[in-house]
């Protein structure tokens, strides 16, 4: 069957009267023969760029690194050291290195390895199998989702960074307005009878009572706290004008905020294990409790943990890696980021729990009686044990500092999901304005954020985290493996990775693809839904019409997977079965984004550059 919107591979590129395009900048020149339909393209430019139109990355570092400080995120330091120690120490460390192996690495290499291919974001890429392109909406409305609420966190960091500027920590006695009777130092404890869980810290109420000034509950009456409104617009400056040139501007500053957090995290470490009792909360820490091996929650725990960590299936993965040049070995990448994720993980909680077992033994008490998870730790816990130090205001800074520059590596990417989906889609119109789009996203942003700067602002910060970064992003990630591997083709994916790296993906990523990384992440879904316990923070329980809200945040994420698909098995022509033949067959604009690195497979292919609003043509269904 002929297909109308099919156009040369040369030609596509090239307007009407076969004139050679030439960049505004002069650099390079492409020649078209139209009688051979060949293109030549002086590709060794002055920038490094071989795609002028999206860009590429300056080198290979600063992929690198963009990838390490977008898995590397706060949940590396204040969510891992908690679940090792609470799941077993050291033997959490078995499940934790399996489900990277088998889940975490096959979607890592998949979703990085689809972006190069194409050169596209995470709409656009699943021209490849139009049925599923729902999926990339998912990922752009959970990181849009996400986006709002975690530069709020990052703006959290930023207040306890300012109020560190202090000779003597605000959080480090009871003599505030903001505290209470309930509030006991660590001065006066060893006067204290009471019972120690019955204790309220002094860093404990200035997060609650001075920082969040918390609300009884999320539907109380409040106002925005003008100082997390003016901190947080600090952090959308700083994101926006790292991002004003896009991956040309964030690419230089992840040199410093994708390696920063490795200078303080040594620092502490060296710092930590030179305390009184720093080897007892190490102990906490690594030493294996091996039955809890055989606990199915450990497994599920691990995976999610995992899954996370790597930053899988939210699109971020196969945004950076759409700016990369075609023949970048997306297999070694994968590799190099992934055992880079973990092996921080696990140094992170050396330096977590050297603190805190120093900090136990000051309080007299054991170790799991101080240990805490997530806001827990970094804004009440670890802020308490600073106060135990030697100039406590110094070491504050720079923990603070670090917990900054580990969330701005994550928000950077983001931001740069959402605008690369909105400029792909409209190229035309928008890609030289990059710049506006991404000021469009921060101010939206910021405006959309308000409710988590009031006083129950934590309580939304919560319940979104809860909703809109769990579930949809595991079912997406299960839809790719089944995608990719039964609907587009195993063995035509790994040729396209042939393409790039140079050799086919063994038989180990292909089995994890076809089978055992979709099984397990069923698995932790499963469980999931099974043992599902409605949102929380502390002992308040959200009331049923915030725990709705959080449900419908859910499927507002999810529903675009199978509405798109019904959307394209609608709009598509012919009969039911020739519909989805059509919409499970790539179309005739996916493959290789530049001319000279089509194959024969892609010899035939379209104008790839055509936006979201240009009409699918999908091909006659022939597998390539």
Known sequence: MDNPGLQDAGAANYNATNEPYTARDGKWKDSYDPETNAVSQMDLVEDGDENKERGNWSNKADYILSCIGYAVGLGNVWRFPYLAFENGGGAFLIPYIIMLVFAGLPIFLLETSLGQFASQGPIRVWRCLPLFQGIGYTQVIASALVGIYYNCIIAYTLFYLFSSFTSDLPWRTCENTWNTADCVDTNSLANWTGNLSDRVSPSEEYWDRYMLSRSSGIGEPVTVKWQLALCLLLAWIVVYFSLIKGIKSSGKVVYFTATFPYVVLLILLIRGVTLDGALEGIKFFIVPKWSQILNAKV??????????????????????????????????????????????????????????????????????????????????????????????????????????????????????????????????????????????????????????????????????????????????????????????????????????????????????????????????????????????????????????????????????????????????????????????????????????????????????????????????????
Request: hydrophobic share 50%.
């Open 299 to 624: 497994w599920k725990d691990a995976a999610a943990q995992i899954f996370f960590s790597l930053s899988a299936a939210w699109g971020g993965l196969l945004t950076l890696a759409s700016y990369n040049k075609f023949k970048n070995n997306t297999i070694h990448d994968a590799l190099i980021v992934a055992l880079t994720n973990c092996a921080t993980s696990v140094f992170a909680g050396f330096v977590i729990f050297s603190i805190l077992g120093h900090m136990a033994l000051k309080l007299n008490v054991t170790v799991p009686e101080v240990a805490k998870s997530g806001f827990g730790l970094a804004f009440v816990a670890y802020p308490e044990a600073l106060t135990l130090l030697p100039i406590s205001p110094l070491w504050a800074i720079i923990f603070f500092l670090m917990l900054f520059t580990l969330g701005l590596d994550s928000q950077f990417t983001i931001v740069e999901t959402v605008a690369t989906a909105i400029c792909d889609g409209w190229p035309a119109l928008l890609r030289q304005k990059k710049w506006l789009v991404m000021l469009s996203i921060a101010v939206c942003c910021y405006l959309l954020a308000m409710p988590c700067l009031t006083h129950a602002g934590i309580y939304h910060v919560q319940l979104i985290d809860s909703y809109a970064g769990t579930y949809p992003l595991i079912i997406v990630a299960i839809m790719e493996c089944i995608g990719i591997s039964y609907l587009y083709g195993l063995r035509r994916f790994c040729k396209d990775i042939a393409m790039m790296a140079g050799y086919q993906p063994n038989y180990y990523w292909q089995a994890n693809w076809a089978f055992i990384t979709p099984a397990l992440l069923t698995f932790v879904l499963i469980f999931s839904f099974v043992f599902h316990e409605d949102v929380s923070y502390g002992d308040y329980e959200y009331p049923l019409w915030a725990v709705t809200l959080g449900n419908l945040i859910l499927v507002f994420c999810a529903i675009w997977i199978p509405g798109v698909a019904i959307f394209w098995i609608i709009v598509t022509p012919g009969s039911f079965m020739e519909r989805l033949r059509k919409v499970t067959t790539p179309t005739d604009t996916w493959g290789p984004h530049l001319a000279r690195h089509r194959d024969e497979r892609y010899a035939h292919m379209a104008n790839p550059s055509s936006g979201i609003g240009a009409k699918y043509t999908p091909n006659d269904g022939t597998k390539l």
